[in-house]
């Protein structure tokens, strides 16, 4: 299998580091946000997204690949042309794909935390420096990645900006499958509010745990139902690593893609920052 790593078992979190030594860094992500600890950064001023809402889109209507990579479901977005730009960062970033991380239970899922409290379920959206040209140049630099981070929170009723993507979801059930999406507007799935957020330094929450990203969580949770998010919990997972509780990665049942979040991790002195008063 291609992946070195897994979120359970002998080559979980805690032995990411054997082979992917920057997960053992003092810059790793995620982090446990701790608000009455934050300083306000008058810099950090709303967020602009160039065509999140493909208004702009060159040809006809915008079409997303939507991918079980094995290990979460992404969201390809490439030619959309997506920018951010604002949110205090230096200079423009191109948004290359955005992915889900997810729970087994409803109290469980998100990668960060706002003081210790997980949500079930969180988005990220991955933008590179448009300096650095591509995005693996990008991957590895101090300022080459700035992820969006937006929690979900459950609601009794099914998000309707979802419903496109639960579709697609459902045709990608098995680690490498991938289905394209015509109706999932990006922008629908972020805050109205793109003015306040939390900021640190940090890195990728996955292997190579390049410490590279700067991160940015919007205090403003979306909806999910829980119909929806039952379909990203019935994803099955890479075959041949497993997620179950015994260790045992040569298993021939797949298992279903839960609990793919890494744990919590140290601040070692980092300070977050916040974009209100
Ligand atoms: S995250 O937002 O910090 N969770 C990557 C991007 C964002 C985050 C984590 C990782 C990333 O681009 N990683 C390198 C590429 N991956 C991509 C993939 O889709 O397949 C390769 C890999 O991990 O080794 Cu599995
Ligand atoms: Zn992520």
Known sequence: SKHH?????????????????????????????????????????????????????????????????????????????LRVRGGGLQGVYKTAEF???????????????????????????????????????????????????????LSEVDNPNFVALDEALKHVHKAGE?????????????????????????????????ESVIWTVFTEPQKISHTQLETLRSLLHEEGHDMNDRGDHHTNTPSRLVDNWRPLQPLHGRKVTRSFP
């Open 99 to 153: 992915h889900f991380h997810w729970g087994s239970t409803d109290d469980l899922g998100s990668e960060h935390a706002l003081d210790g409290i997980k949500f079930p379920l969180e988005m990220h959206v991955v933008n590179y420096a448009e300096k650095y040209g591509t995005i693996k140049q990008a991957m590895n630099k101090p300022d080459g990645l700035a992820v969006l981070g937006v929690f979900f929170q």
């Open 5 to 81: 790593w897994a979120y359970k078992g002998p080559e979980g979190p805690d032995s990411w580091h054997v082979h992917y030594k920057y997960c053992a860094g003092e810059r790793q992500s995620p982090i446990d946000i701790l608000p009455l600890t934050c300083e306000y950064d008058p810099g950090l001023e709303p967020f602009i997204l160039d065509n999140f809402d493909y208004t702009s889109a060159r040809t006809g209507p915008c079409v997303l690949n939507v991918t079980n990579n094995g290990h979460a479901a992404s969201v390809r977005v490439s030619g959309e042309d």
């Open 178 to 210: 991938h289905n394209l999406v015509e109706q999932l507007v990006l922008r629908t799935l972020l805050p109205d509010d793109l003015s306040r957020y939390w900021r640190y330094n940090g890195s990728l929450t996955t292997p190579y745990c390049f």
